[in-house]
């Protein structure tokens, strides 16, 4: 089993920055891949950005492109999303989550969740 545990959220301004950091623990060491998702209120989860663990490789959504950054420690188990420029839109419950798929790709494919950190973008 593993457990992932996000945190950094809160309310930020228009244009402002956020870093969101997602600590795995447990049995960890089959990690392929560690992506974030958001849902924002009465809309689907969507893909926002994912990170190989095998080679560092990095996917975006279209809409978070060259604002955020998705980085990882793989020493700490540790994944994080620094997003700059923040926008209204950007309001949801931002999630973690980890893949142990033999073929990881980026945008499904995930095993373990974690439980959420709230993101408020005001304007």
């Known amino acids: 089993q593993v457990q992932l545990a996000e945190s950094g959220g809160g309310l930020v301004q228009a244009g402002g920055s956020l870093r969101l950091s997602c600590a795995a623990s447990?049995?960890?060491?089959?990690?392929?891949?560690m992506g974030w998702f958001r849902q924002a209120l009465g809309k689907e989860r969507e893909f926002v950005a994912a990170?190989?663990?095998?080679?560092?490789?990095?996917d975006y959504a279209d809409s978070v492109k060259g604002r955020f950054t998705i980085s990882r420690d793989s020493a700490k188990n540790t994944v994080y999303l620094q997003m700059n420029s923040l926008r209204p839109e950007d309001t949801a419950v931002y999630s973690c989550?980890?893949?142990?798929?033999?073929?990881?790709?980026?945008?499904?494919?995930?095993?373990?969740w974690g439980q959420g950190t709230q993101v408020t973008v005001s304007s």
């Open positions: 990170i190989s663990w095998t080679n560092g490789g990095t």
């Open positions: 447990g049995r960890t060491v089959r990690t392929s891949g």
């Open positions: 989550a980890s893949s142990f798929r033999v073929l990881y790709y980026y945008r499904e494919g995930y095993d373990y």
